[in-house]
């Protein structure tokens, strides 16, 4: 699978303000996803920025006046408009809002963006006093009346030496958010609950039991989930991952407090995906001050962890429920065994001795096993494409029946 904005006719607009410096390295991402991306700029763009550095990394030409002297007989600001899969503005001022707000129509940009009938993304930037305008406020709630799609601009010190709200946000962000704007809303109505990451079981203060689980997975479903319309629950073990914006992130430590977790936001979801990696055993006691050094060896006492995958198979009724087997041997009868264990709909397997799709990885190769005895292996992927895959696969699940409660 590729990225769902592979191929896309992207434009991405570029105005006139001190962060138009951001949106070189956002045109990078964009195009790192496969997307084809054009380029608009208002003629204050250009005083920050020069038309060069976007027309090199987009490998095309670069919009900045509505009369060209090329002698093209292609009029772009309506071609691009009509070809266009979506359209970013990074960054967006007020002075460009306003003019869109009110169908102003004077440069290239305002033109396009009055001719384009595909998903508009806006993302402000400007001084914080200029963002909390009444005026601006206003425009940009009639401009996500009109149908655009607002993302909000982060708070921090601007380059004026003020500080607050009105920060263009990162590119990494602002992809995301151009992901979930152009994709297929098939999730909208489903709740989804999914738990990501390790746990923890101390020892003693500063020692405790765990496992590599950096959480990539789980935090990829999630925002893939999100991306396609669902509402998101993630409940995560350590991770120093950044909670994904418009997702509901829950931390806790150890398999207890992800069990309470679990099963206090269980009634709301129709899908949950368990991808933790969640310690099978804790200590029996756990020191109240950190151990010292003893004796050559050291014996300690373990007890079973709460199993919360077989507990919630017991109660999911008719929700669809997906598990993970991280293996290091006979991965397929392994996983196999745990999907009629653990009563799950489907399972995903992979071998984790392996570097590229281990622990840690941001690849995988994965083995997805069906309650109904099929299974199918994929190649080497990026974990956010089998993110939309398990996705695929759970939506085929509900929508065909291939599962027992």
């Not at 003020?162 to 489903?190: A, C």
């Not at 319309?229 to 418009?246: E, M, Q, R, Y």
């Not at 055993?281 to 050291?298: A, C, D, T």
């Not at 001795?353 to 292996?377: H, K, Q, W, Y």
Request: glycine fraction near 8%.
């Amino acid at each position: 699978m590729c990225s769902i904005l592979q191929d896309k006719k992207i434009i991405l607009g570029v105005s006139g303000g001190i962060a138009a410096y951001k949106s070189v390295e956002l045109l990078r991402l964009i195009v790192k996803e496969e997307a084809r991306v054009r380029v608009v700029m208002t003629r204050a763009a250009t005083a920050f920025v020069g038309p060069m550095t976007f027309e090199t990394l987009s490998g095309g030409p670069v919009l900045t006046d509505l009369f060209e002297e090329n002698g093209a007989s292609e009029i772009r600001h309506i071609s691009w408009a009509e070809e266009a899969d979506a359209v970013v503005i990074a960054p967006a001022t007020a002075n460009i809002i306003a003019k869109l707000t009110h169908g102003i129509a004077d440069d290239p940009l305002t033109t396009l963006l009055l001719a384009v009938q595909t998903p508009v993304l806006i993302c402000p930037s400007m001084n914080v006093r200029m963002y909390q305008n009444p005026i601006t406020q206003e425009n940009l709630k009639r401009l996500q009346l009109f149908g655009f799609h607002v993302l909000q601009p982060e708070s921090g010190p601007m380059a004026c030496g003020d500080n607050g709200p009105g920060r263009l946000p990162e590119p990494q962000t602002i992809v995301e958010h151009l992901r979930r704007v152009i994709s297929p809303k098939d999730l909208e109505g489903e709740s989804l609950l999914i738990t990501a990451g390790p746990t923890q079981e101390p020892m003693d203060p500063v020692r405790f039991l765990s496992n590599p689980s950096s959480g990539k997975m789980g935090f990829a479903l999630a925002k893939a989930a999100c991306r396609r319309g669902a509402k998101v629950v993630l409940i995560s073990g350590p991770t120093p991952l950044d909670s994904p914006s418009g997702v509901k992130v829950i931390r806790v430590r150890t398999a207890k407090e992800m069990e309470e977790a679990v099963l206090q936001y269980f009634d709301s979801a129709s899908i949950i995906i368990k991808a933790a990696a969640v310690s099978d055993y804790r200590p029996v006691e756990v020191s109240g001050q950190k151990m010292k050094k003893g004796s050559e060896n050291l014996v300690v006492e373990l007890c079973r962890t709460p199993d919360i995958l077989k507990r919630v198979g017991e109660i999911k009724e008719g929700r669809v429920l997906v598990g993970f087997a991280a293996e290091t041997e006979n991965v397929v009868e392994n996983a196999e065994t745990k999907l009629k264990e653990k009563n799950l709909d489907l399972i995903v397997a992979n071998d984790v001795t392996r570097p590229d799709s281990g622990f840690g990885a941001d690849t995988n190769r994965v083995t997805l096993i069906f309650r109904d005895g099929r299974g199918e292996s994929f190649p080497l992927m990026s974990k956010e494409a089998i993110a939309d895959l398990i996705l695929d696969k759970v939506m085929e699940i509900k929508t065909l029946g291939f599962r027992q409660d």
